[in-house]
């Protein structure tokens, strides 16, 4: 999958370099152009399949752009009103039956929500402790981080569940 993005951009640039102006549209058609020339040639090859992840991959970005949002909103109003409503906890996260690059893109994307943390990974590797600021109910908690889970196998790595 990441030889065959790599083409797309570099035949992104190629198309970008040959029609002289270095816009947004060009590089969008240019991509475009990447992307079907790709599939093409994976398909030829019978190796298809990269139009599907790429579509999963901007799937789950709409989905993690809103879930970035909503935290963010979160956060501000946790700074901008009085009082203290944070209910900080560590939770303990099964991730097992995750391969290494599926737990660091589940731990990374956790981190990169405001108000949560990816804080240690067990020594085995089947559980992630993950600091939450809001995490009141455990329930909810592990209920929202099952659901980001879910997002990112189906869309991005393509699990079936």
Same mark, same amino acid.
């Given at each position: 999958?990441?030889? =065959?993005?790599?083409?797309? &951009?570099?035949? #992104?640039?190629?198309?970008? *370099?040959?029609?002289? @102006?270095? $816009?947004? &549209?060009? #590089?969008?058609?240019?991509?475009? +152009?990447?992307? &079907? %020339?790709? $599939? &093409?040639?994976?398909? *030829? ?11 999963? *991959?901007?799937?789950?970005? %709409?989905?993690?752009?809103? +879930?970035?949002? =909503? ?5 501000? =109003?946790?700074?901008? $009103?009085?009082?203290?409503? #944070?209910?900080?906890?560590? %939770?303990?996260? !099964? ?6 690059? @599926? ?6 994307? +956790?981190?990169?929500?405001?108000? $949560?943390?990816? *804080?240690?990974? !067990? ?6 402790? +993950? ?17 980001? =889970?879910?997002?990112?196998?189906? @869309?991005?790595? @393509?699990?079936?569940?």
């Amino acid at each position: 999958m990441i030889n =065959k993005f790599l083409l797309n &951009l570099f035949l #992104m640039v190629v198309y970008v *370099a040959l029609s002289g @102006e270095v $816009t947004f &549209l060009s #590089m969008l058609a240019g991509f475009i +152009i990447g992307l &079907l %020339i790709v $599939t &093409l040639l994976g398909q *030829a090859t019978g190796r298809g399949g990269y139009l599907r992840r790429v579509w999963g *991959a901007l799937r789950f970005g %709409i989905y993690f752009i809103y +879930i970035l949002v =909503k935290a963010n909103l979160g956060v501000a =109003k946790e700074i901008l $009103t009085p009082g203290f409503s #944070m209910s900080p906890r560590i %939770i303990r996260y !099964s991730v097992a039956g995750l391969s290494d690059v @599926e737990t660091t893109t589940l731990a990374n994307a +956790i981190t990169l929500t405001p108000g $949560t943390l990816s *804080a240690d990974i !067990s020594d085995d590797g089947d559980k992630l402790y +993950i600091h939450c600021l809001y995490a009141e109910n455990r329930d909810d908690a592990l209920a929202e981080l099952d659901e980001l =889970k879910a997002w990112l196998l189906r @869309e991005v790595f @393509e699990h079936e569940l």
